[in-house]
């Protein structure tokens, strides 16, 4: 059975997501954990003006979703420790008389880190799966859906830092682990981008998730984060990233054409230099939705860029810095599930 994971612009059946829940990561600020649970409840109502939204609650949660939730959204009951439905959920992918797939990759709290559960939300993508009625893909693959990205034409970016992590993957080379993309995602064109942003590499970070800094609207073209202060160390980052970019070419040999997606103008908040980035966004049936970091100016620049980026398709921004606070972004909340044709 070949499988493909389609572009993100292709056609939906729904968004998951997954309700915050108290524990580390929702930290113990009251006042913050709300804000969290507004904004995670702001993006499912924002994808919802465009498709169906389903929202795992665990079921200590349940009152704070009955709160922030509207009817608009399906809410589902079942354990979970984390909530970034991207990465603990499943990936969704077709077979090709057009059946829907789940690849259940492993996954062990982004590298076995110290503050996360790991191993507690592993059975998630088993049960969205079953859910939906997908065929289950198992993966011995340590990976996240947040690590990848695809034009659904088999060109797939990934990072050196996650797949080859030696906390995810340490007896993996690039080769073992471009076999599995092409067994699970169908991949013929893996680009390995050499790291990430700097924040991400801290305490609540991934370890270098390729969606906080590249996204493929549109078969060769690549949105990517670019940092343009120089105090910023991600300026020598996005820098180099671009360089690397300009090397390489899709699985039908286009050279790239890359949109710069230039950063807000804020540079840090009370952890350090900030990861915000407009590149991770959310593509759901005719719109987007879109980071937003409080500058008005910057928030609608990248509106602009974004509708250019995605001709016809109206873009709805979401203050996300209670998400990126917590070690991702709009993208990282959710997962789409493609329209299948059968």
Known sequence: MQWRMPAETARQERIWMEFPRDGYTLGTNAESAEEARRTWSAVAHGAAEFEPVTMLVDPSARDHAARHLSSDIEVIETPLEEFWMRDTGPTFVLAEDGRLGAVDWTFNGWGATDWSAGTADQHIAGFV???????????????????????????????????????????????????????TLGATHVIWLPRGLTRDYEELGTRGHVDMVAAIPSPGTILLHQQTNQEHPDFKVCRDLREF???????????????????????????????????????????????????????????EILEAAYPGRRVVTVDARSILARGGGIHCITQQQPATSV
């Open 129 to 183: 799966a079953r859910a939906v009625g997908a065929e289950v893909i198992p993966s011995l693959l340590v990976n996240e859906g947040g690590a990848i990205h695809v034009d659904g034409e088999g060109t797939v970016l990934v990072t050196e830092t996650v797949q080859l992590d030696p906390g995810r993957n340490p007896y993996a080379d690039k080769a073992r682990v471009e076999a599995e993309l092409a067994r």
């Open 245 to 303: 970019l300009q090397g390489t070419r899709d699985a039908a040999g286009r050279e790239w054409t890359i949109i710069d997606m230039p950063a807000p103008d804020t540079l840090c908040d009370d952890k350090g230099f900030v990861d915000w980035s407009y590149v991770n966004h959310l593509v759901v049936n005719d719109g987007v939705i879109a980071c937003g970091y409080g500058e008005e100016r910057a928030d609608a620049r990248s509106r």
